[in-house]
T-cell receptor, first 116, second 113 residues
Framework: EAQVTQNPRYLITVTGKKLTVTCSQN?????MSWYRQDPGLGLRQIYY???????DKGDVPEGYKVSRKEKRNFPLILESPSPNQTSLYFC???????????????FGNGTRLTVT | AQKVTQAQTEISVVEKEDVTLDCVYE???????LFWYKQPPSGELVFLIR??????QNEISGRYSWNFQKSTSSFNFTITASQVVDSAVYFC??????????FGAGTILRVKS
């Protein structure tokens, strides 16, 4: 089954304790992205990747890191989480390149992170 | 810069009423794509429809229909004869060249029985 898998679904942590949210897709998509969802703000892009070893900042990259060593994986790293990073996070993937911009994003089921 | 505005924060209707969700976008590109996503109470994001900037045809899919008007930069979504299962948050999104997808703030739709 074609899917984007995020783990964990729920995570409660304390300020400053490094964490990683994993994301994996099995559709051979070049493009992957991370979003955070906050009430009244919709989904805002954190980082995206056009292909392996190619990453770029989205609209709200501060406090986050990503890596794309393999095509299927795109982990989100919070080196020193703070309470303002409490949010619902989504990973997404799609085809990339000219002619693929109408490809819809496929989303994971989300990770609800609470930082106390 | 690209921007998507969903001015309706929340809409409540009674079952079987028709409801229209508004979406207004801003972009400087001539080639772009518009999307609607649904987020039911379970939380996942479900793709509903896409439309490219060269195709202004309206689309109907069952009880759902979409009205794309470049002249007013709008891509509105209408649900006919709404049902309780339509209760969700609906997001409109815009994708320009380079793959960045920008979302509106979302509209919460509550359908009461």
């Amino acid at each position: 089954e074609a899917q984007v898998t995020q783990n964990p679904r729920y995570l409660i942590t304390v300020t400053g304790k490094k964490l990683t949210v994993t994301c994996s897709q099995n559709m051979n998509h070049e493009y992957m992205s991370w979003y955070r969802q906050d009430p009244g703000l919709g989904l805002r892009q954190i980082y995206y990747s056009m292909n392996v070893e190619v990453t770029d900042k989205g609209d709200v990259p501060e406090g986050y890191k990503v890596s794309r060593k393999e095509k299927r994986n795109f982990p989100l790293i919070l080196e020193s989480p703070s309470p303002n990073q409490t949010s619902l996070y989504f990973c997404a993937s799609s085809l990339s390149g000219t002619g693929s911009y109408n490809s819809p994003l496929h989303f994971g089921n989300g990770t609800r992170l609470t930082v106390t | 810069a690209q921007k998507v505005t969903q001015a309706q924060t929340e809409i409540s209707v009674v079952e079987k009423e028709d409801v229209t969700l508004d979406c207004v976008y801003e972009t400087r590109d001539t080639t772009y794509y518009l999307f609607w996503y649904k987020q039911p109470p379970s939380g996942e994001l479900v793709f509903l429809i896409r439309r490219n900037s060269f195709d202004e045809q309206n689309e109907i899919s069952g009880r759902y229909s979409w009205n794309f008007q470049k002249s007013t930069s709008s891509f509105n979504f209408t649900i006919t004869a709404s049902q309780v299962v339509d209760s969700a948050v609906y997001f409109c999104a815009l994708r320009e060249y380079g793959n960045k997808l920008v979302f509106g703030a979302g509209t919460i739709l509550r359908v009461k029985s």
